[in-house]
């Protein structure tokens, strides 16, 4: 890939990524945040389309580095949050429960709230915030009027409704051979979507991709794994965008 990302720009990279994930707020971990960055590397810049983050708490973690990768490629980082915190969750989505590491995550109105303020600061001191763009609002408000193509998703969103409104405005929106990365894959409730044809066919009329990670998430530590997974798009139909 011609981004002119050599061997010592490499190394500078992911050591400041994984200080940014010690120096600032997050939810997530810092070899996560090297997944996801990596795989912005690996895009080519022929594939039009810019990286999206749906749900970014304080924008510290994240936000800040996906910004970094972003800056470098020319891409832009959208990130869209309300901004004040979970809308209130339906029934089914106030706890899911992980039967991987036998965790229980519960949800409730206004959790993970913070300032769009407070995201900008953080992102300022370790990213890059010329890279970033911002859409205040639920996802199922402002989503579907961006017009743009995605070459990468992180939905850190908790609640399965919010990600059905994020899949739908999104999903046809990213190029083929692109991801959407989630950060609850190990809650079985909420990969499910992943996997149910008939929603899919339903509302997005294609099969349902899967989710690489699914339970489990990726195997990016080696005793506690990750709780990353990502959905490909058009996954067969695009080799060359794999690797470098």
């Given at each position: 890939?011609?981004?002119?990302?050599?061997?010592?720009?490499?190394?500078?990279?992911?050591?400041?990524?994984?200080?940014?994930?010690?120096?600032?707020?997050?939810?997530?971990?810092?070899?996560?945040?090297?997944?996801?960055?990596?795989?912005v590397f690996?895009?080519?810049?022929?594939?039009v389309?810019?990286v999206?983050?749906c749900?970014?708490?304080?924008?510290?973690?994240?936000?800040?580095?996906?910004?970094?990768?972003?800056?470098?490629?020319?891409?832009?980082?959208?990130?869209?949050?309300?901004f004040?915190?979970?809308?209130?969750?339906?029934?089914?989505?106030?706890?899911?429960?992980?039967?991987?590491?036998?965790?229980?995550?519960?949800?409730?109105?206004?959790r993970?709230?913070?300032?769009?303020?407070?995201?900008?600061?953080?992102?300022?001191?370790?990213?890059?915030l010329?890279?970033?763009?911002f859409?205040?609002?639920?996802?199922?408000?402002?989503?579907?009027?961006?017009?743009?193509?995605?070459?990468?998703?992180?939905?850190?969103?908790?609640?399965?409704?919010?990600?059905?409104?994020c899949?739908?405005?999104?999903?046809?929106?990213?190029q083929?051979?692109?991801?959407?990365?989630?950060h609850?894959?190990?809650?079985?409730?909420?990969?499910?979507?992943?996997?149910d044809?008939?929603?899919?066919?339903?509302?997005?009329?294609?099969?349902a991709?899967?989710?690489?990670?699914?339970?489990?998430?990726?195997p990016?530590?080696?005793?506690?794994?990750?709780?990353?997974?990502?959905?490909q798009?058009?996954?067969?139909?695009?080799?060359?965008?794999?690797?470098e």
């Amino acid at each position: 890939m011609n981004y002119s990302v050599g061997p010592w720009y490499r190394v500078r990279v992911v050591s400041r990524i994984l200080a940014n994930t010690k120096r600032l707020p997050t939810l997530s971990s810092g070899l996560e945040h090297l997944e996801m960055t990596s795989e912005v590397f690996r895009i080519p810049p022929s594939i039009v389309g810019d990286v999206i983050e749906c749900g970014c708490y304080l924008g510290g973690g994240s936000s800040a580095n996906l910004s970094l990768a972003c800056s470098r490629v020319g891409r832009k980082l959208v990130i869209c949050d309300p901004f004040e915190g979970l809308p209130e969750p339906s029934e089914y989505d106030r706890s899911h429960f992980s039967v991987f590491d036998q965790h229980t995550d519960t949800y409730e109105k206004g959790r993970f709230a913070a300032s769009l303020e407070d995201v900008k600061s953080n992102i300022g001191r370790r990213g890059k915030l010329d890279a970033c763009e911002f859409e205040v609002g639920f996802f199922e408000d402002t989503l579907q009027h961006l017009d743009r193509q995605y070459v990468l998703a992180f939905l850190d969103v908790d609640l399965i409704d919010s990600l059905k409104s994020c899949l739908v405005a999104i999903w046809p929106r990213l190029q083929d051979g692109c991801r959407v990365y989630v950060h609850e894959a190990r809650s079985l409730s909420f990969v499910s979507l992943f996997f149910d044809s008939v929603w899919w066919r339903e509302n997005l009329d294609e099969d349902a991709p899967g989710l690489v990670g699914a339970g489990t998430g990726l195997p990016l530590e080696a005793i506690f794994g990750s709780e990353l997974g990502y959905a490909q798009k058009g996954a067969l139909e695009a080799p060359e965008i794999v690797g470098e």
